[in-house]
């Protein structure tokens, strides 16, 4: 309207804390994922093997259903760390897929269209914007990691008891840390590689072959060509592998032995894994890398020559 009429009058209404600004960046992005029926479907194929689990579980307590499914409980799988470790693992990759469909396009389409001045011509900082997009993942990951995979544990102390409960509350602990864990890194690792690539396709593309291409050079030419298990520290796989192994109390140093001729004499080399706290300083460092490469990265303007 015309200055002249002096009719204008700011805003009077409720504001929004601070705090909580940046979830008006996840509001928007959950319209736009769950538009696609495909991703839909696939994001509720991944609770299928949850559903699988919660069978298991109930049925090592129903002594009903075992006598009419003439099943013998020794014959089902024991429940415990082994068993919410292999479920951690098989969630795990459900979520790298989601990641994978969901992560590369949240910032490299802004960076394309140049929307970042009008993100952050507002009372809205590079870090709130960084932690906006990536909450996207992060609550998305979630529901289909470390929250479902509780959920599963306090069912099981519900059915066993409280003793079991507080013989096993390491094993609640361990669900969290590996699921946030591996949630923050494929959060980390899709905005990096979103922020570096503005196309859709190149970007998933690399975030591929920086999971895949590593692990296949880590196995191929460092274990096998030097006989060793220090190729591990260089794939995010083995990583969270080695990682969630020693939080749920099955990690073994001794990764195998192998048996050797050399000269006519025969000789045993015991092959070891890389130690838990060489994976942590691995992972501690790949994502202080990616939140260099954010920090670098997404910036109001850039000035190109």
Same mark, same amino acid.
Request: one cysteine or more; a positive charge; charged letters at 10%.
């Given at each position: 309207?015309?200055v002249y009429e002096q009719t204008y009058k700011p805003y009077t209404g409720p504001l929004t804390p601070e705090w909580s600004r940046f979830l008006?960046?996840?509001?928007?992005?959950?319209?736009?994922?769950?538009?696609?029926?495909?991703?839909?479907?696939?994001?509720?194929?991944?609770? %299928?093997?949850?559903?699988?689990?919660?069978?298991?579980?109930?049925l090592h307590h129903n002594v009903t259903a075992l006598a009419i499914m003439k099943v013998n409980a020794r014959d089902l799988l024991v429940i415990?760390?082994?068993?919410?470790?292999?479920?951690?693992?098989?969630?795990?990759?459900?979520?790298?897929?989601?990641?994978?469909? =969901?992560?590369?396009? %949240?910032?490299?389409?802004?960076?394309?269209?140049?929307?970042?001045?009008?993100?952050?011509?507002?009372?809205?900082?590079?870090?709130?914007?960084?932690?906006?997009?990536?909450?996207?993942? %992060?609550?998305?990951?979630?529901?289909?990691?470390?929250?479902?995979?509780?959920?599963?544990?306090?069912?099981?102390?519900?059915?066993?008891?409280?003793?079991?409960?507080?013989?096993?509350?390491?094993?609640?602990?361990?669900?969290?840390?590996?699921?946030?864990?591996?949630?923050?890194?494929?959060?980390?690792?899709?905005?990096?590689?979103?922020?570096?690539?503005?196309?859709?396709?190149?970007?998933? @593309?690399?975030?591929?072959?920086?999971?895949?291409?590593?692990?296949?050079?880590?196995?191929?030419?460092i274990n096998i060509l030097f006989q060793t298990k220090l190729g591990d520290l260089v794939s995010l796989f083995a990583l969270m592998g080695h990682?969630?192994?020693?939080?749920?109390?099955?990690?073994?140093?001794?990764?195998?032995?192998?048996?050797?001729?050399?000269?006519?004499?025969?000789?045993?080399?015991?092959?070891?894994?890389?130690?838990?706290? @060489?994976?942590?300083?691995?992972?501690?460092?790949?994502?202080?890398?990616?939140?260099? %490469?954010?920090?670098?990265?997404?910036?109001?303007?850039?000035? =190109?020559?």
């Amino acid at each position: 309207m015309a200055v002249y009429e002096q009719t204008y009058k700011p805003y009077t209404g409720p504001l929004t804390p601070e705090w909580s600004r940046f979830l008006i960046i996840p509001r928007h992005a959950f319209r736009a994922v769950f538009k696609s029926k495909l991703f839909t479907a696939f994001y509720v194929l991944s609770f %299928l093997p949850l559903l699988v689990e919660a069978v298991l579980i109930y049925l090592h307590h129903n002594v009903t259903a075992l006598a009419i499914m003439k099943v013998n409980a020794r014959d089902l799988l024991v429940i415990d760390g082994s068993f919410f470790q292999a479920f951690v693992y098989v969630q795990g990759i459900f979520a790298f897929f989601v990641g994978l469909l =969901v992560g590369p396009p %949240l910032v490299s389409r802004d960076l394309r269209n140049n929307a970042l001045p009008l993100y952050l011509c507002r009372p809205f900082s590079r870090t709130e914007y960084v932690l906006g997009k990536m909450s996207v993942l %992060l609550i998305l990951l979630s529901w289909i990691t470390w929250i479902p995979q509780l959920l599963m544990f306090l069912f099981q102390s519900y059915l066993e008891g409280f003793t079991w409960f507080r013989q096993n509350l390491w094993l609640g602990s361990a669900i969290v840390i590996a699921g946030i864990v591996w949630v923050l890194l494929l959060a980390l690792l899709s905005q990096t590689v979103s922020a570096l690539l503005k196309w859709r396709i190149v970007a998933s @593309a690399a975030m591929l072959g920086i999971v895949f291409i590593p692990s296949v050079f880590g196995s191929v030419f460092i274990n096998i060509l030097f006989q060793t298990k220090l190729g591990d520290l260089v794939s995010l796989f083995a990583l969270m592998g080695h990682v969630t192994s020693g939080l749920f109390g099955t990690y073994d140093r001794v990764a195998g032995r192998l048996t050797v001729e050399d000269f006519d004499v025969v000789r045993e080399i015991i092959i070891t894994n890389p130690p838990l706290w @060489a994976c942590w300083t691995a992972l501690f460092l790949f994502c202080a890398a990616c939140l260099a %490469l954010l920090s670098w990265k997404v910036k109001a303007y850039e000035v =190109v020559k």
